[in-house]
């Protein structure tokens, strides 16, 4: 506890690429906090995808999620607009595209996902083994 009597945490300090990894073919995760770094309440992970890679398709996950794209294009099916509310089955990001002109090289799509409350990374081990099972695909683009 601190001063005002509000429990306290350690700061979560992690560079780039830095954090819990999880790799699934042509998409691949980082985990940089969530369950025991911010007692359940959030979730932070950053995610890659190979130029013109296929997602998982339309599924819903129980907690809300807010997607940020740092680099490169995605198209992501997300309800209606917004964050995306607990259920709502419509998350794909069915199409991931590198934003490049003729000359500029390719790059990995880049996603920063925030999912409210946090434990999304229990998930892992079998959103991993689903991969394993069912590798990405080339959107065609």
């Known amino acids: 506890m601190n001063e005002s009597g509000i429990p306290s945490r350690k700061a979560v300090i992690l560079g780039p690429g830095e954090g819990r990894s999880y790799l699934m073919g042509r998409i ?3 985990f940089k906090a969530d369950e025991s770094e911010s007692e359940s309440r959030y979730s ?3 995610w890659w995808l190979e130029p013109h890679t296929q997602g998982p398709g339309p599924h819903s996950h129980p907690e809300d999620d807010i997607f940020y794209v740092i680099e490169g294009t995605m198209s992501v099916l997300a309800g209606e607009r917004g964050p995306m509310p607990r259920g709502v089955p419509s998350f794909s990001s069915p199409v991931a595209s590198p934003t490049t002109s003729k000359t500029a090289p390719t790059r990995e799509p880049e996603l920063l996902n925030l999912s409210i409350p946090g434990s999304f990374e229990l998930d892992m081990p079998d959103i991993a083994q689903w991969f394993a ?5 080339d959107a065609g683009i």
């Open 44 to 46: 932070i992970s950053e």
């Open 133 to 137: 099972e069912n590798p990405p695909k």
């Open 28 to 30: 691949a995760a980082v």
